[in-house]
């Protein structure tokens, strides 16, 4: 059908589970080198302003750990950019934070952030990092993506997975089919279309399935999937999935 999905594997909520008694375990360095040993192609991982889940120290050991692409998450503050400049991660994936939201809700507005987001976009991408804008499916969106020069975008799947969750047909396929159109511009226009949020077993196919999007980053269910069956189990059947949309 077309091209290889890279599957990137959000890491996260393993940190999330350590965090909540303290000490060291689990570690998501030890996840980090599962993904890649069963064929995972990056590790996503999300250093918020609270420090909820990954800290700071766990950057440096999972780039030790492993030889895969590390996809740095990060708001865009002088923080977060201090940090991403100074770890050299792969790529980094620029989105919204509010401190009180659970996981991140929306899209990023990079077309009312325009200026905000310019120097910090040009200077990640002076030091050879690929810069990613996680954005709505729109193309008022997908312009500033253009205008800013970014090599990727990641389309936010929420509400595509909502509308899944609760069984809205009409929702799921109007949805999908502003993912399918935004992904085709995207990738007409030189910028390679990525896709993620709430993504699972259930759902990742239909996502999968545009032939334009080379990457799907998928992690609070694939943790939650790996406490009752493994987190190899859990990465092997996804991406079984993903090949058999493709």
């Known amino acids: 059908m077309s091209r290889y999905l890279r599957l990137g594997v959000n890491i996260d909520h393993v940190a999330t589970i350590r965090n909540a008694r303290g000490g060291d375990h689990p570690d998501p360095v030890r996840a980090a080198e599962i993904v890649a040993r069963c064929g995972g192609d990056g590790i996503t991982a999300h250093l918020r302003e609270d420090r909820r889940h990954i800290r700071d120290d766990d950057l440096k050991r999972i780039q030790d750990a492993t030889d895969l692409p590390l ?10 950019l201090a940090i991403a400049l100074a770890h050299q991660p ?19 507005d990079a077309a009312g952030q325009h200026n905000h987001l310019a120097p910090i976009v040009g200077q990640l ?3 050879g990092i690929r810069v990613s804008l996680f954005i709505e499916a729109s193309e008022r969106q997908l312009d500033a993506a253009l205008q800013l ?14 509308a899944a969750l609760d069984g809205d047909n009409a929702k799921v396929a109007s ?18 279309p990525h896709a993620g949020h709430g993504l699972t077993y259930d759902n990742v196919q239909p996502i999968a399935a545009i032939p334009q999007l080379a990457e799907l980053n998928i ?28």
């Open 219 to 246: 992690g609070h269910y694939l943790i939650g999937e790996a406490i009752f069956d493994g987190l190899e189990p859990a990465v092997l059947k996804m991406r079984e999935l993903m090949d058999l949309a493709r």
């Open 149 to 162: 020069a970014v090599p990727v975008v990641e389309f936010h799947t929420g509400e595509y997975a909502h």
């Open 125 to 127: 991408k002076d030091a």
């Open 71 to 80: 996809n740095l998450e990060m708001a865009a503050t002088d923080e977060m």
């Open 90 to 108: 792969h790529a980094a994936c620029i989105v919204p934070e509010k401190r009180e939201e659970r996981t991140t809700e929306g899209g990023l």
């Open 175 to 192: 949805e999908l089919k502003r993912i399918t159109d935004m992904s085709a511009l995207a990738a007409k226009n030189g910028i390679e």
